[in-house]
């Protein structure tokens, strides 16, 4: 049987040339038109973002940062710590419930509920409490006012109204009255000092003790 030739594909009429050139015109036109409108959301959304992460680290370091005292118009602080050493390089540790730096005068720290140990470290340390206070870091002096407990590290055991420690000498001093005890029984003056480490107290005016035998 005789081969028989196909017959020849006919061309493509322009018509379907034309509806092809159409067809991706749309389907550029759609994308166009998509990414016109979603571009600005896209926009949007970044500044959004930067608006909040920046917010976010602002207020993060805001609540890590100390707070500005209304009252001093300086720096807050929650459970400080001074630490230092006195001329005869004993170390000595200034702590308080609160503080507030002074912005007029950065030098000042005013304290509630401070405390203060002196010879941190030694075999007997001398620790001084109070209600209130004034620290000094340029005199290296803290005044307490308040009650004032003073303890000597050897049993003796001190209440006053006011109390001058001078940390560069490691020494307590006040005028306003004082009581104690100690193993040698009772005692009250108008002024002390209590010096070497609380290795000697000396009481002046109006001195009475009760001493035990």
Excluded: C
Excluded at 20 to 30: F, L, N, Q, T
Excluded at 104 to 128: E, F, I, Q, W
Aim: charged share 20%; net charge positive.
């Amino acid at each position: 049987m005789p081969a028989q030739s196909l017959p020849p594909v006919p061309p493509s009429a322009p018509g379907d040339a034309r509806a092809g050139e159409r067809a991706r015109w749309r389907d550029r036109s759609r994308t166009i038109r998509f990414w016109r409108r979603a571009l600005p959301l896209v926009i949007v959304g970044i500044v959004a973002l930067l608006v909040l992460w920046i917010g976010g680290r602002s207020a993060i370091v805001k609540l890590a940062s100390p707070n500005v005292s209304k009252e001093t118009g300086g720096v807050r602080m929650v459970n400080p710590r001074f630490y230092g050493r006195d001329t005869s390089n004993r170390a000595f540790v200034v702590g308080a419930a609160e503080a507030a730096r002074d912005a007029a005068n950065g030098h000042t720290v005013m304290l509630k509920g401070p405390s203060v140990t002196l010879d941190a470290g030694g075999a007997n340390p001398t620790r001084v409490a109070a209600a209130n206070g004034v620290y000094r870091e340029d005199q290296k002096r803290l005044n307490l006012t308040g009650r004032v407990d003073l303890d000597d590290g050897r049993g003796y055991h001190f209440t006053t109204p006011k109390a001058v420690v001078d940390t560069s000498t490691g020494h307590v001093t006040g005028d306003s009255g004082v009581r104690g005890q100690g193993p040698l029984g009772q005692m009250d003056a108008s002024s002390y000092g209590v010096y070497d480490r609380g290795q000697r107290i000396v009481l002046k005016g109006d001195v009475h003790a009760h001493i035990v035998q």
